[in-house]
Antibody
Framework: EVQLVESGGGLVQPGRSLRLSCAAS????????MHWVRQAPGKGLEWVSG????????DYADSVKGRFTISRDNAKNSLYLQMNSLRPEDTALYYC???????????????WGRGTLVTVSS | EIVMTQSPVTLSVSPGERATLSCRAS??????LAWYQQKPGQAPRLLIY???TRATGIPARFSGSGSGTEFTLTISSLQSEDFAVYYC?????????FGPGTTVDIQ
């Protein structure tokens, strides 16, 4: 059974940093691209960032480019999102998602974690 | 950026009836279109990808159609567990964008 378990969310002040983690199990982690998708409270879905199976190809939404960094550790079956210079508009539930494919350039999110809540407020 | 729109915003349907949800892209996404279902307090679940292919474990009452800019998700006979929000997503062109969602509720 595929499982994705996010952690690292919390309340943080504007301008500060937070690092999210996602522990994956139930599939061969290094065969697939992985992504972060977020959902602001009561709002729709927004793709944030994606990373290919080896980590060589990385993409970001414009809204987070230059502030967020995605990475993965295939030896640990883990995905990460380093979030710097956080803004109130980054407040959202952050989902770790598995791609159907190894490449990250045409993402279909076939499994989702339950999400970790990030709240940016003073 | 490709803008995805969905209609209607809310669809009120009785159990056993057919539901038809629409999704439109501001430019062609070919067949690179997925549909997701989200129930309150839960993560989204992949229903359809490639515009027409059901994901693993998805019942046959869910079907997708369309290509280019116009897409449809049809639920042939609504079950109680199908009342939820449905999102379409294009993955043809970066950035990968979602529609605002259609809520299917009980009439």
């Amino acid at each position: 059974e595929v499982q994705l378990v996010e952690s690292g969310g919390g309340l943080v002040q504007p301008g500060r940093s937070l690092r999210l983690s996602c522990a994956a199990s139930g599939f061969t982690f290094d065969d697939y691209a992985m992504h972060w998708v977020r959902q602001a409270p009561g709002k729709g879905l927004e793709w944030v960032s994606g990373i290919s199976w080896r980590g060589r190809d990385i993409d970001y939404a414009d809204s987070v480019k230059g502030r967020f960094t995605i990475s993965r550790d295939n030896a640990k079956n883990s995905l990460y999102l380093q979030m710097n210079s956080l803004r109130p508009e980054d407040t959202a539930l952050y989902y770790c998602t598995k791609d159907r494919n190894a490449a990250s350039d045409r993402p279909v999110f076939d499994y989702w974690g339950r999400g970790t809540l990030v709240t940016v407020s003073s | 950026e490709i803008v995805m729109t969905q209609s209607p915003v809310t669809l009120s349907v009785s159990p056993g009836e057919r539901a038809t949800l629409s999704c439109r892209a501001s430019q062609s996404v070919n067949s690179n279109l997925a549909w997701y279902q989200q129930k309150p307090g839960q993560a989204p679940r992949l229903l359809i990808y490639g515009a027409v292919t059901r994901a693993t474990g998805i019942p046959a009452r869910f079907s997708g159609s369309g290509s280019g800019t116009e897409f449809t998700l049809t639920i042939s006979s609504l079950q109680s567990e199908d009342f939820a929000v449905y999102y379409c997503q294009q993955y043809n062109t970066w950035p990968f964008t979602f529609g605002p969602g259609t809520t299917v509720d009980i009439q």
